[in-house]
């Protein structure tokens, strides 16, 4: 039998929500979401975080909102989002946060993001997914390059702070081709350790 992965995605709750704002000061969430805290009864703002696009030909398109679910314990760590999804549409862009600090650094992020790969071009047949991020967030990118998303342009003054400044940020896309081949290589690396 296969062994069960450390994390699954389910649909985001509530009862989630309410535990991600709690935790939301963390200085590393401020530092790479680019938000303020949000209060106890700030649901509403946070959900528009979680749908929030930034790559313009994705507008309008529903969200996919889910959280990440720690298999051992229950615990929901943090939200995963696909966003700008549409009938007969190829792309979306994936948003991403594991917001419990304890969690962070064990790689959980790097699974469930294979995982949503995973439901996105299969279950939803696109051929194309796309992420932002800013260029210092350095495990996130080193995260999504080993699931297999490439750079493929760095948008100047992108996002607006909430200190009202702009900062820069990188898009990256992920093709199915590029997924599968990823995919082989950790496997490969994983059978050679
Ligand atoms: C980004 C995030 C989703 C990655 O998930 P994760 O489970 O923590 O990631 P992993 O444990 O797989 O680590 C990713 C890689 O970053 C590396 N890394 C950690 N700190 C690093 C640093 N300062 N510089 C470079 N690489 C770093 C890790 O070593 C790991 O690579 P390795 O497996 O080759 O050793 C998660 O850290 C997170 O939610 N961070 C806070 C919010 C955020 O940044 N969201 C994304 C916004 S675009």
Redesign the pocket.
């Known amino acids: 039998m296969e062994d069960e992965p450390p994390v699954r995605l389910a649909p985001l709750e509530d009862s989630h929500v309410s535990r991600y704002l709690s935790l939301s000061a963390d200085p590393?969430?401020i530092d790479?979401?680019g938000w303020k805290p949000f209060d106890p009864d700030d649901a509403e703002r946070f959900l528009r975080y979680v749908e929030n696009i930034t790559v313009p030909y994705l507008m309008g398109g529903r969200t996919v909102a889910l959280s990440i679910v720690s298999t051992a314990d229950g615990t929901p760590i943090?939200y995963l989002s696909l966003k700008g999804v549409r009938e007969g549409g190829t792309g979306a862009e994936i948003g991403?946060?594991?917001m419990d600090k304890d969690y962070?650094?064990?790689?959980?992020?790097?699974i469930a993001l294979r995982q949503a790969a995973e439901y996105a071009f299969d279950e939803l047949e696109l051929s194309v997914l796309v992420?932002t991020?800013f260029p210092g967030?350095?495990?996130?990118i080193?995260?999504y390059e080993?699931v297999g998303f490439k750079k493929a342009e760095l948008l100047k003054e992108a996002f607006e702070m909430p200190d009202e400044t702009f900062a820069d940020m990188w898009v990256m896309e992920l093709s199915r081709d590029d997924f599968v081949n990823a995919k082989a290589r950790a496997g490969s690396s994983a059978n050679s350790n």
């Open positions: 590393v969430l790479t979401m943090g991403l946060a594991i962070r650094g064990r790689g959980l992020g790097t992420l991020v967030n350095e495990p996130a080193r995260s080993k």
